[in-house]
């Protein structure tokens, strides 16, 4: 990801701070009832309709190792474009659009391990500001093998209903 001019979304997920490049972002909503998806595994709550499209949401909490939640009332989705296609994700808040000078954001290598238990070495990039580190995530990184699989399935599934 460039940071040339980076404008990014910031926003919480139990009570940590992280961020994606505005650029993926097609909207923010309140969070609505899904429907669970018959043998989807943990990384996705289920689907809901989003102006006549089946939209995925993907659980942010069970993808970075956090305690899980139901889906609350003042819960948001965010909804994200990405090369598989859109997916919603549940964030506790969203706190508000930055776009921070080059210096104050490092990338850092890192091991990260996810729940389909690989470990790619990344590059991760944290802003640094007054209230602390805020995780800036690539939509990509947030994908892995099996949620792209999970997600490829989903939108699969809806063309042929729609044919």
Excluded: W
Excluded at 36 to 62: C, Q, T, Y
Excluded at 85 to 113: H, N, Q, T, W, Y
Excluded at 118 to 123: G, R
Aim: some cysteine; glycine content about 4%; overall charge negative.
């Amino acid at each position: 990801m460039s940071n040339q001019n980076c404008t990014l979304l910031c926003f919480f997920l139990a009570d940590r701070r992280f961020a994606i490049p505005l650029t993926n972002v097609e909207s923010v909503i309140r969070a609505v009832a899904v429907s669970s998806v018959p043998d989807a595994n943990e990384l996705i709550h289920g689907v809901f309709d989003f102006h006549g499209e089946i939209m995925p949401v993907l659980n942010l909490r069970k993808r970075f190792g956090l305690s899980s939640k139901p889906i609350g009332l003042n819960d948001r989705f965010i909804i994200v474009s990405s090369d598989i296609g859109m997916f919603a994700m549940v964030v506790d808040e969203v706190e508000e659009i930055r776009k921070p000078p080059e210096e104050d954001i490092s990338r850092v290598d890192v091991s990260l391990s996810s729940p389909d238990r690989s470990n790619d070495l990344k590059k991760l990039q944290f802003l640094r500001n007054e209230d602390g580190v805020i995780a800036i995530y690539d939509v990509k990184n947030l994908l892995n093998s099996e949620i792209e699989l999970q997600l490829k399935q989903i939108f699969e599934t809806q063309n042929k209903a729609s044919i």
